[in-house]
C-alpha cells in the first residue's frame, strides 16, 4: 500500500530535505508550508499521515492539529508533529491537541522513517495483533498477550468500563458520566483517552460508533 504523507513545515528546505527521503522510502508525499494549507490539503489529498512542524505563520501546528481532529472526514487522520521544540510543555501541548505522536528535532533520517512505518502500523488492519486482553480490576493491572501495560487511572477505568460489556455500545454521556462524575472537561477528553489506548491495546478493539459512543470488541 502507497502511503501518503503532508509534510508541513515553514521552511521550504526542510520540506524538500524530508520529502526527498521519504519518497525514497515509497510514500507519496505533497508538503505545506503553513497549518492552514495543512488543513485544506488533508482535506482534498486525505493523507494517511500529516507530518507537522509546531511554530508556522498563518496558524501553528497545535491549532492545525485541533482543526483535522474536530472536522468531519478528516478526524481520524494520523498527526504526528515533528518540531525543534522538545521542552515537555510543548509535547503535552501537542498530545492535547491531539496528536498521535510528537518527535522531537534533530532526528536521523532512518530513525525517523522508522518511526513512521511503526505509527502507520497502527491503524494498518493487517498489522494489528490478535492477543488477547486481560484486565484484573483488584491489582489495577492490564495486559495484552501476557505483557503487561501500564494505564494512567482514566484510562484504566474507560477500559474495564468497555472491556466488561464486550459488544455492548457505550454513549459518550455514559461514559463522562462513568469515567469523570462531575468534573469539568472538554469535550475532546473521551478521544483523547480513546486514541491513547489503541495505542497500547491495538486499534481492533475499541470501535468507534460516529455520533453515538463506543464499544469493545473481543
Known amino acids: 500500500m502507497a502511503y501518503r504523507i503532508l509534510i508541513v513545515d515553514d521552511e521550504p528546505d526542510i520540506l524538500e530535505f524530508v520529502g526527498y527521503n521519504l519518497k ?48 468531519k472526514g478528516i478526524e481520524d487522520t494520523l498527526v504526528v508533529f515533528l518540531t525543534a521544540r522538545g521542552d515537555e510543555n510543548s509535547q503535552v501541548g501537542g498530545f492535547d491537541a491531539g496528536a498521535d505522536d510528537y518527535i522531537a528535532k534533530p532526528i536521523q533520517l532512518k530513525a525517523l522513517a522508522s518511526r513512521i512505518r511503526a505509527i502507520l502500523k497502527r491503524r494498518d488492519p493487517g498489522e494489528t495483533s490478535d492477543e488477547a486482553v486481560m484486565i484484573d480490576i483488584e491489582r489495577h493491572e492490564v495486559s495484552r498477550g501476557g505483557e503487561e501495560i501500564v494505564l494512567p487511572r482514566k484510562e484504566f477505568n474507560l477500559l474495564a468500563m468497555l472491556h466488561a460489556q464486550p459488544g455492548r ?8 458520566a462513568a469515567v469523570w462524575g462531575t468534573e469539568v472537561v472538554g469535550e475532546r477528553t473521551i478521544d483523547v483517552h480513546i486514541r491513547n489506548l489503541r495505542k497500547k491495546i491495538g486499534d481492533r478493539h475499541i470501535v468507534t460508533v460516529k455520533g453515538v459512543g463506543y464499544k469493545y470488541e473481543d
Open 24 to 71: 525514497k522510502e515509497g510514500y507519496g508525499v505533497m508538503t505545506a508550508l503553513n497549518g492552514r494549507e495543512a488543513v485544506d490539503k488533508t482535506l482534498a489529498w486525505h493523507p494517511h499521515l500529516v507530518l507537522l512542524d509546531a511554530m508556522m505563520p498563518i496558524m501553528d501546528g497545535f491549532e492545525a492539529c485541533r482543526l483535522i481532529r474536530t472536522t
Open 169 to 176: 455500545l457505550f454513549t459518550r454521556e455514559e461514559i463522562y
